[in-house]
């Protein structure tokens, strides 16, 4: 087993040093330069050129790449110009609001559409089935930000139920209970397709596994049925799920982008759609290559479980 | 196989029901009073007035520093801020100040003749220990006209110009100009930008990245104190949240309110506010190819596109009916022309005129942008105006940075016209930078359609080193005629700031400036 998450590790350095050089280019490719964004209106060819040299982009391209995976290596990600701060300290502020917002989605996407995988599995064709598969097309089919939106349109503008937008109270709260009113509502719209992703997947698994010899054998051996659906079943069904979760995080992960818009969560979505409309390229470098990093992490570990249900893997 | 409800069923889901209803049941508290929440469009860049460039920031900015000078409230002119009076010499190259006795930064500096000089060297001297560790400072040009600073005696301070510069000191009310503390500068280096100290109502407090800056009532202000104890600055970047925070009671002030979500502020509890400001929206043309090389075409686009459906339908009466290169709101300068009328016939007709029927034009639309207003509907029913008349016009749309990267080095060879707008401090830096003949985009100006007109250049010229107001007055109004004759643009729009309060807010009005001043602003 250590053999094998050393070889995944060891796999990940070429995607991670790739993605390097793709955001890197991406951003020097793009039109619009710092100089502009930041001088607006007042962009003359001699308030830019001498702009960029005080930001070291008058250097040629493959210095300017060096020199930033140079210090990246050493864990330095820079300054961003249109923040004011270190790169790292933004990026791990923001990276720990997006965790809390998108970790929650996960596993509410995890339990709920596992859970209603089984229960659709376990009754086909019954009441609790179609009930299900109805509420999961409407779940896949409706755009998140625009659930987001009516979310709050309904349970913050006219019930007032829970705070518009934001992640903590103006005034007072602070503290768990205050996160959670204000969490309801993005996790909710962020994990409802995912939801109904993993709740078809699991569905059809569940059926696949259910029609199998060892589940006969086992209720035959008189196995509680409970036991038979929730412990024999979709443990081997899991198998088939796992991998459907790590690209569910994915997923996760990149539609966090525009629930952090509609619900002003501070998370590192939004941070970085701000950062390419300022084009403050290191912000948008550095946070690209962490959240890519994340990513590739994730799916390690997605392997080394899949790995540990179902050992023919490993080869 | 059933799933019957077994009890534990049942007790988990009372449970959790108990637990979101625990959740949700406090009614959400209103913003305490004395406490005014301002809804913002977007996170600050930095708090540092010398080194931003946004008008959001500036409205933080504004109430945290003084300049020498300000402007008088409601109005475009400058009235004594950290400076009690001035003298200008007579050849309008020497100005004198005098400060106010007794004012002391946040931090407990003393504001003296040094601390003035220091802040014009950080920003303009390159080798100043400071300009390369905090800057860089993208405006520094509105002072490109001083050729030294120098405190003569503690409270004396002598600016002196290479050249005659009548916007001198309407720009040293702008944010360019307002003063830090030396002091707090050098303490913290490159982050003075979020540990800013000036001289202001109001005292920084806190600043939690996109989620507030916190500033608290100054109680040494030299002015009198403010009426509210703290200003607290949300960074709402959704305006659809920002409407829905506004409504929901999250803020006390919106800024910047969308036209479409203008009606749902229109019953009680609200309170919208608005002021024209010195803003300009117009159509670039391409003077010097193309059918616009032709002025009789270039009038033609200015009679065909209907500016009152624009302004009233799809800015929902933001904006009124510009005529001119100069906003209103300088009702000094400004000539109050009548703007061209929407006269498809008469276009037509200069069209036919011209042999410029059918002809095709490439026109550059902006997604978004400060002060753009709404460029895309407003592009598109542009395009339609002009296709009644016989124009057949093919947009190209560009997110702004893009835009910016191809409307400034000029149109030629690219486009026919492009849509632009301005806001300026003064009626000069406008015309100054974008119509003179030596503001072409190769010769660093944003003269991007390529205008030249020698009379138009010389009264611009002239308007700006004139020290007398009402001889500046009698230049400009004189090129707005003759612009709007060789019509170099299309005039679209001023656009008309507004705000919205709730019925507890008190005493709130928007400035001609577009600055958000909230000393005298109370919450109950």
């Known amino acids: ?315 | 196989m059933p799933f019957p409800l077994t009890r534990r069923h049942a007790g988990l889901l009372t449970a959790a029901f108990l637990a979101t209803s625990a959740l949700t049941a406090p009614a959400l508290a209103q913003t305490p009073p004395g406490v005014l929440v301002v809804g913002q469009i977007a996170e600050p860049q930095a708090l540092d007035p010398h080194a931003v460039t946004a008008v959001n920031d500036f409205r933080i900015l504004m109430n945290l520093y003084d300049g020498l000078v300000r402007y008088a409230p409601g109005t475009l002119e400058v009235e004594p801020a950290l400076a009690e009076d001035w003298e200008i010499d007579e050849d309008g190259t020497v100005y004198t100040f005098t400060l106010r006795e007794g004012v002391t930064f946040h931090d407990g500096s003393a504001l003296d003749a040094e601390a003035v000089v220091w802040n014009f060297e950080r920003m303009l001297d390159e080798d100043h220990p400071m300009h390369e560790a905090t800057g860089p400072f993208p405006l520094s040009f509105f002072f490109s006209a001083i050729e030294e600073v120098e405190a003569v005696d503690d409270r004396t301070v002598r600016f002196t110009l290479n050249e005659p510069y009548a916007p001198f000191l309407s720009n040293l009310a702008y944010p360019t100009g307002l003063i830090v503390s030396p002091a707090a500068v050098e303490e913290h280096g490159e982050d003075f930008g979020r540990n800013p100290s000036g001289t202001g109502p109001f005292v920084f407090e806190e600043w939690r990245s996109n989620e507030r800056v916190t500033l608290l009532r100054n109680p040494d202000y030299w002015d009198g104190e403010a009426a509210a104890e703290a200003v607290i600055f949300r960074p709402i970047t959704d305006a659809n949240t920002r409407t829905a925070e506004m409504l929901a009671g999250g803020i006390d002030i919106m800024v910047e309110v969308p036209p479409v979500a203008l009606s749902q502020f229109e019953g009680a509890g609200f309170e919208i506010v608005e002021q024209a400001g010195p803003h300009v929206w117009f159509l670039i043309l391409n003077t010097k190819e193309g059918p616009f090389a032709d002025v009789r075409v270039r009038q033609a686009a200015n009679y065909a596109i209907n500016k009152e459906a624009l302004v009233n339908d799809v800015l929902e009466g933001t904006a009124t009916v510009a005529s001119g290169p100069v906003a209103p709101a300088f009702s000094w300068a400004y000539a109050g022309l009548d703007p061209y009328p929407h006269d498809p016939d008469r276009a037509r007709e200069l069209l036919a005129e011209a042999g410029a029927e059918g002809a095709e034009l490439t026109f550059y639309v902006t997604e978004g942008g400060s002060g753009m207003l709404d460029p895309v509907p407003m592009g598109t029913a542009i395009q339609a105006d002009l296709a009644a008349v016989g124009l057949d016009v093919r947009i190209e749309t560009y997110e702004w940075n893009t835009f910016l990267g191809r409307v400034n080095p000029g149109l030629e060879g690219q486009a026919d016209m492009a849509q632009m707008a301005w806001m300026t401090n003064d009626p000069d830096t406008l015309p100054f930078l974008t119509l003179r003949t030596e503001a072409w985009p190769d010769e660093g100006g944003f003269n991007s359609g390529y205008y030249s007109n020698p009379e138009v250049d010389q009264l611009l010229e002239q308007a700006r080193v004139e020290t007398d107001q009402d001889e500046r007055a009698r230049l400009y109004k004189e090129m707005q005629e003759i612009v709007q004759e060789d019509a170099p643009w299309v005039f679209v729009a001023n656009w008309v700031q507004n705000a919205v309060t709730n019925d507890r807010v008190e005493n709130f009005s928007l400035e001609p400036s577009f600055f958000l001043l909230l000393k005298d602003v109370a919450k109950n």
Not at chain 1, 45 to 73: A, K, M, T
Not at chain 1, 155 to 178: I, N, Q, T
């Open chain 1, 1 to 315: 087993m250590g053999a094998y998450i050393l070889k995944r590790l060891v796999s990940a350095i070429p995607v991670l040093f790739g993605i390097t050089v793709i955001v890197f280019l991406i951003m020097a490719l793009i039109p619009g330069d710092p100089a502009t964004a930041i001088l607006g209106a007042y962009a003359t060819p001699e308030n830019v050129e001498r702009l960029n040299r005080h930001l070291g982009l008058d250097r040629p391209l493959w210095q300017q790449y060096f020199v930033w995976v140079g210090n990246l290596v050493q864990g330095d990600f820079g300054r961003s110009f249109a923040l004011n701060r270190p790169v790292l300290d933004e990026i791990l502020d923001r990276f720990s609001a997006t965790l809390v917002l998108a970790g929650t989605a996960f596993v509410l996407c995890a339990l709920l559409g596992i859970v209603a995988g089984v229960v659709s599995a376990a009754r086909q064709y019954g009441l609790a089935d179609k009930a299900i598969t109805a509420a999961v097309i409407l779940g896949i089919s409706v755009p998140s930000f625009f659930l987001g939106m009516m979310m709050i349109l309904l349970f913050a503008v006219h019930l007032r139920w829970l705070p518009v937008s934001g992640m903590y109270s103006m005034f007072g709260g602070g503290d768990l209970p205050d996160l959670i009113r204000h969490l309801a509502m993005p996790a909710i719209a962020l994990s409802l397709v995912a939801t109904g992703v993993v709740a078809r997947l699991t569905r059809a698994n569940m059926l696949e596994v259910l029609r199998q010899d060892f589940i006969r054998t086992a209720r035959a051996k008189g196995v509680h049925e409970r036991r038979v659906i929730w412990g024999h079943a979709l443990r081997a069904a899991m198998v088939s799920v796992i991998p459907i979760l790590g690209l569910q995080a994915g997923f996760v992960l990149s539609g966090a982008v525009y629930i952090e818009i509609v619900f002003q969560w501070p998370g590192i979505g939004r941070m970085l759609v701000d950062a390419i409309l300022k084009r403050d390229i290191l912000l948008v470098q550095g946070g690209v290559v962490f959240v890519a990093a994340c990513y590739v992490g994730f799916n390690i570990l997605v392997d080394v479980a899949q790995a540990w249900l179902d050992p023919r893997i490993k080869t």
